[in-house]
């Protein structure tokens, strides 16, 4: 494939993605056209713009800011916020509906939203990025709330934004720690919440083993992206016994046939934020790292990461999507084709969005959860959807994405169809 071709690919993937993966679904179901604009279209769409002075104060650049809410039949909006100089927003409006089937599917009282700023925070001063994080938040104020829209971590991401987030939104509102989740404990965070997409990831990734017969213990795993999903799942599976040959981040990939030290990559990582000069292991490519010889793939970086250049090279029995739409849908095609199963993210991330809905009722109740209940609880709801998600599949004689998508699809429309929308 040209790299032009590769790129439309990639860039198509993400609002061509859900579409597809959409209408698979609601033709297993029988849908009318009238049903499926209702669940199609956002609910609302805003872009802000935020001058900041940058660089010392000498040059003011004028950033863009996004939120898309695309559904709230089943509850308050709800997805996560990410900085990346890629933002656009047909990508938030795809991240905005695959929120809505992920919540309707783990069955937490939610809708779907997304939000980003087009920019590359390393490029930042922190002062500079708490500025344009405060200025996000004034702007986007009139339609968030604590029973309206609550935002989360996403790419690039991480507590201190929550917190400055929380902090300006309360200088208007009063002091409500729920207005967003992933805050850091002190200010009503969550215990658990910042492991909790990635050791949700390592959960989903042992039933899923379990159920093609591939012992955990020793199965050999190969993870794209070292950020907070990333890396927490790693830890997790290496506790749980798989032993993880590769693991990457942007700047590239480390491989160790014998498996790698997971917790001195993930502290080295966390002391320099990256894996860059992590010499443990043979240094190869993000791409070499789609193809080396394991039992599970876990792509944890960005969407549209396997794509038809990259899939034919995968050798994986099992791909667990810990990232947001990892693969594009042409790839999914032939993937299945060659009978790779597929966990899909709706599905295999959804611990961090379960995590953050206990984090909203400790807020609102301002009573504290203790991290063993939030694990055995996550694990409860994500077991339950598993559970649905593989008996549908087979009844239906479907991919278990299809299957995840006709379980949302039914919910939200059930809820859609009982408010009166
Ligand atoms: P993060 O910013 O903490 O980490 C992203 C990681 O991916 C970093 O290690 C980065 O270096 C790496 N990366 C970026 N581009 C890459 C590339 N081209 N090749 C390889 N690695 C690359 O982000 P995160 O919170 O871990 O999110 C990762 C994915 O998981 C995203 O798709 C996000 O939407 C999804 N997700 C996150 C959460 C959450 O709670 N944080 C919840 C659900 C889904």
């Given at each position: 494939?040209?790299?032009?071709?590769?790129?439309?690919?990639?860039?198509?993937?993400?609002?061509?993605?859900?579409?597809?993966?959409?209408?698979?679904?609601?033709?297993?179901?029988?849908?009318n056209?009238?049903?499926?604009?209702?669940?199609?279209h956002?609910?609302?769409?805003?872009?802000v713009q935020?001058?900041?002075?940058?660089?010392?104060?000498?040059?003011?650049?004028?950033?863009?800011?996004?939120?898309?809410?695309?559904?709230?039949?089943?509850?308050?909006?709800?997805?996560?916020?990410?900085?990346?100089?890629?933002?656009?927003?047909?990508e938030?409006?795809?991240?905005?509906?695959?929120?809505?089937?992920?919540t309707?599917?783990?069955?937490?009282?939610?809708?779907?939203?997304?939000?980003?700023?087009?920019?590359?925070?390393?490029?930042?001063?922190?002062?500079?990025?708490?500025?344009?994080?405060r200025?996000?938040?004034?702007?986007?104020?009139?339609?968030?709330?604590?029973?309206?829209?609550?935002?989360?971590?996403?790419?690039?991401?991480?507590?201190?934004?929550?917190?400055?987030?929380?902090?300006?939104?309360?200088?208007?509102?009063?002091?409500?720690?729920?207005?967003?989740?992933?805050?850091?404990?002190?200010?009503?965070?969550?215990?658990?919440r910042?492991?909790?997409?990635?050791?949700?990831?390592?959960?989903?990734?042992?039933?899923?083993?379990?159920?093609?017969?591939?012992?955990?213990k020793?199965a050999?795993?190969?993870?794209?992206?070292?950020?907070?999903?990333?890396?927490?799942?790693?830890?997790?599976?290496?506790?749980?016994?798989?032993?993880?040959?590769?693991?990457s981040?942007?700047?590239?990939?480390?491989f160790?046939?014998?498996?790698?030290?997971?917790?001195?990559?993930?502290?080295?990582?966390?002391k320099?934020?990256?894996?860059?000069?992590?010499?443990?292991g043979?240094?190869?490519?993000?791409?070499?790292?789609?193809?080396?010889?394991?039992?599970?793939?876990?792509?944890?970086?960005?969407?549209?990461?396997v794509?038809?250049?990259?899939?034919?090279?995968?050798?994986?029995?099992?791909?667990?999507?810990?990232?947001?739409?990892?693969?594009t849908?042409?790839?999914?095609?032939?993937?299945?084709?060659r009978?790779?199963?597929?966990?899909?993210?709706?599905?295999?991330?959804a611990?961090?969005?379960?995590?953050s809905?206990?984090?909203?009722?400790?807020?609102?109740?301002?009573?504290?959860?203790?991290?063993?209940?939030?694990q055995?609880?996550?694990?409860?709801?994500?077991?339950?959807?598993?559970?649905?998600?593989?008996?549908?599949?087979?009844?239906?004689?479907?991919d278990l994405?299809?299957?995840?998508?006709?379980?949302?699809?039914?919910?939200?429309?059930?809820a859609?169809?009982?408010?009166g929308?």
């Amino acid at each position: 494939m040209s790299k032009n071709n590769m790129k439309e690919e990639i860039s198509c993937c993400c609002h061509d993605n859900q579409t597809i993966f959409l209408d698979k679904a609601i033709k297993q179901l029988g849908l009318n056209t009238d049903q499926k604009q209702l669940l199609l279209h956002s609910f609302r769409e805003i872009s802000v713009q935020i001058p900041l002075k940058v660089g010392g104060g000498e040059i003011t650049h004028t950033f863009t800011g996004y939120r898309v809410q695309h559904n709230h039949a089943r509850g308050p909006f709800k997805g996560g916020l990410r900085y990346h100089p890629d933002v656009q927003i047909d990508e938030i409006r795809a991240l905005a509906q695959l929120m809505t089937w992920k919540t309707a599917l783990v069955d937490i009282p939610f809708g779907g939203a997304k939000g980003g700023i087009s920019v590359d925070p390393s490029l930042l001063s922190i002062e500079e990025l708490e500025t344009l994080t405060r200025r996000f938040v004034q702007k986007m104020e009139p339609v968030l709330g604590v029973n309206e829209d609550i935002p989360a971590p996403d790419v690039n991401t991480n507590p201190q934004v929550m917190a400055w987030f929380f902090d300006e939104y309360s200088k208007t509102n009063g002091s409500v720690p729920g207005i967003v989740t992933g805050k850091p404990i002190e200010l009503g965070g969550l215990k658990g919440r910042l492991e909790a997409t990635g050791y949700g990831v390592a959960y989903i990734t042992s039933l899923a083993l379990e159920q093609i017969n591939i012992p955990l213990k020793g199965a050999k795993v190969v993870i794209q992206g070292f950020g907070n999903v990333g890396s927490y799942a790693a830890l997790r599976l290496q506790a749980m016994g798989a032993s993880i040959v590769g693991i990457s981040d942007k700047d590239g990939g480390l491989f160790d046939a014998e498996g790698i030290d997971i917790k001195a990559a993930a502290q080295f990582a966390q002391k320099t934020g990256g894996l860059k000069g992590f010499f443990e292991g043979k240094l190869i490519s993000n791409v070499a790292l789609l193809a080396l010889p394991c039992d599970v793939l876990i792509p944890a970086a960005l969407e549209g990461t396997v794509h038809c250049d990259t899939e034919a090279d995968v050798k994986a029995k099992l791909i667990i999507e810990a990232a947001n739409m990892p693969i594009t849908h042409m790839a999914d095609d032939k993937l299945r084709k060659r009978g790779v199963t597929i966990v899909p993210d709706i599905l295999a991330n959804a611990g961090g969005v379960i995590a953050s809905y206990f984090e909203w009722v400790q807020n609102i109740q301002r009573f504290e959860w203790q991290r063993s209940v939030v694990q055995e609880r996550m694990e409860e709801h994500l077991s339950r959807a598993y559970k649905d998600v593989v008996a549908l599949a087979k009844e239906t004689d479907v991919d278990l994405r299809t299957a995840a998508y006709q379980v949302s699809v039914s919910r939200v429309l059930r809820a859609i169809e009982l408010r009166g929308f």
